[in-house]
């Protein structure tokens, strides 16, 4: 399975932006890039996913390099209720036998202050 | 209520017992699937069902560990003689049958065992 890089924790402030990076230098042309977050005393819960271009729901956006071999998730006005890990995951919908299970990495803790 | 649910939210056990989990998925999705989390860790896959078939269990569920889902609908994990380092976050998730879909994770059910 191809492998994603995140940064341990990272910090922000309430109302701010919060760009958070992931690399995945291996990224086959098939992998779809999927973010989840798990809040505190949670289950994970699903953000967005994107293969190549830039993608936007209610809750956050996704940046793809051009190579995709990073991608960035961006919350636009970080609140309270924004800090979780942050995990960034690829998918391969037509891999068969392994496509349906998530692989999860230790992800990105976010703080956010008041 | 229409989300994952998972009981009991907590567990407390002996070492040597025998405990049993149960998961409720959304009553339309025919994926489901157990993770478990230890602290600090992101979830790591244990098994799969689609719809009552269990179609993949993961190296680590070893012999003592048992998953079942006889109807297509409500899903149990038991553990049998449970150990220390069974102490973990068991957590459930389910989704429609669609290659890209999304995950959605319950609660879980924090073991402890003593």
């Known amino acids: 399975d191809a492998k994603t890089t995140q940064p341990n924790s990272m910090e922000s402030n309430e109302e701010e932006p919060v760009h958070l990076p992931c690399n995945h230098s291996?990224?086959?042309?098939?992998?779809?890039i999927h973010w989840y977050r798990q809040l505190p005393s949670q289950g994970p819960e699903y953000v967005i996913h994107g293969l190549t271009s830039n993608v936007n729901n209610r809750m956050a956006s996704l940046a793809i390099a051009e190579d995709r071999k990073s991608s960035t998730l961006i919350l636009h006005r970080a609140t309270l209720r924004d800090a979780a890990v942050y995990y960034c995951?690829?998918?391969?919908?037509?891999?068969?036998?392994?496509?349906?299970?998530?692989?999860f990495g230790k992800g990105t803790l976010l703080t956010v202050n008041p | 209520d229409t989300g994952v649910s998972q009981d009991p939210r907590h567990k407390i056990t002996k070492r040597g017992q025998n405990v049993t989990f149960r998961c409720d998925p959304i009553s339309e999705h025919n994926r489901l699937y157990w993770y478990r989390q230890t602290l600090g860790q992101g979830p790591e896959f244990l098994t799969y069902f689609q719809n009552e078939a269990q179609l993949e269990k993961s190296r680590l569920l070893s012999d003592r560990f048992s998953a079942e889902r006889p109807k297509g609908s409500f899903s149990t994990l038991e553990i049998q003689r449970t150990e220390q380092g069974d102490s973990a976050m068991y957590l459930c998730?389910?989704?429609?049958?669609?290659?890209?879909?999304?995950?959605?994770f319950g609660p879980g059910t924090r073991l402890t065992v003593l």
């Open positions: 998730a389910s989704s429609p049958f669609d290659p890209y879909n999304e995950q959605f």
């Open positions: 995951i690829l998918r391969d919908p037509g891999s068969g036998g392994s496509n349906y299970k998530l692989t």
């Open positions: 291996t990224i086959s042309g098939t992998d779809y």
